[in-house]
T-cell receptor, first 113, second 113 residues
C-alpha cells in the first residue's frame, strides 16, 4: 500500500528548463493538492483538484500548470523554471470534505540554478 | 499569506516533559488540524478538531480550540525523543466546497534525552 507517491525525489534544473512533477495515489481519495514549502514559510498551496476533471488555483499559482489525469494522478508542470521556484514540493490527497486529514507524499526537492 | 501563526517558533525540552505549541488564525474556520513533519519527510496528520469542538484527545496528544480567540493549542504529554519534529497547524475555512488547508509556519520541537 504505497499511499501517495511523488516522482522524482530530487531534481536540478537550469533556468528556463521545463519539467513535470508526478503524483499518484492509491487511497481512492477525491481531492488532490500541490504545495510548496520554503524555509520559514510553512506550506503554500499552488493548485488543487477537488475531484477528477476539476482544477483550481491556490495561493501561489504563477509559473505552474496542473493536470488531473485521472482519479489517481495529478501532475504539476513548470514550463520555464526560475530560481524562485527552488523549493520542496509536496502532493497531498484527501476525501472530498477532508475530515480525515490530508495524506502527504514524501516530496520533491527541486533546485533551479 | 499565512492563516496561522505558531508560537513558539522553536521549543527545546527534556524527554518526559510536556510540550505545548500554540496556533492563532485570522478568519472563521470549519476545522483546524495539526500535522507533524520529521526532517526531510512529508507531513503526517495528527488530529483534527472541528469548529464546534473545544477539546480533543488522541493518545498523548491533546488539542484545544477557542474560536472566540481564534486560537488552538497542541499539548504532547510525556515527550519522547521520537517526538522531535516540526509541528504545523492548518485551518480549513468555512464555506468552501473543496477543503483547502492553510498552514502556519510551524514549531520546531526538539526533545533532549
Amino acid at each position: 500500500n504505497a499511499g501517495v507517491t511523488q516522482t522524482p525525489k530530487f531534481q536540478v534544473l537550469k533556468t528556463g528548463q521545463s519539467m513535470t512533477l508526478q503524483c499518484a495515489q492509491d487511497m481512492n481519495h477525491n481531492s488532490m493538492y500541490w504545495y510548496r514549502q520554503d524555509p520559514g514559510m510553512g506550506l503554500r498551496l499552488i493548485y488543487y483538484s477537488a475531484s477528477e476533471g476539476t482544477t483550481d488555483k491556490g495561493e501561489v499559482p504563477n509559473g505552474y500548470n496542473v493536470s488531473r489525469l485521472n482519479k489517481r494522478e495529478f501532475s504539476l508542470r513548470l514550463e520555464s523554471a526560475a530560481p524562485s521556484q527552488t523549493s520542496v514540493y509536496f502532493c497531498a490527497t484527501t476525501y472530498f470534505g477532508g475530515l480525515d486529514g490530508y495524506t502527504f507524499g514524501s516530496g520533491t526537492r527541486l533546485t533551479v540554478v | 499569506s499565512q492563516q496561522g501563526e505558531e508560537d513558539p517558533q522553536a521549543l527545546s525540552i527534556q524527554e518526559g516533559e510536556n510540550a505545548t505549541m500554540n496556533c492563532s488564525y485570522k478568519t472563521s474556520i470549519n476545522n483546524l488540524q495539526w500535522y507533524r513533519q520529521n526532517s526531510g519527510r512529508g507531513l503526517v496528520h495528527l488530529i483534527l478538531i472541528r469548529s464546534n469542538e473545544r477539546e480533543k484527545h488522541s493518545g498523548r496528544l491533546r488539542v484545544t480550540l477557542d474560536t472566540s480567540k481564534k486560537s488552538s493549542s497542541l499539548l504532547i504529554t510525556a515527550s519522547r525523543a521520537a517526538d522531535t519534529a516540526s509541528y504545523f497547524c492548518a485551518t480549513a475555512a468555512r464555506g468552501q466546497g473543496a477543503q483547502k488547508l492553510v498552514f502556519g509556519q510551524g514549531t520546531r520541537l526538539t526533545i533532549n534525552p
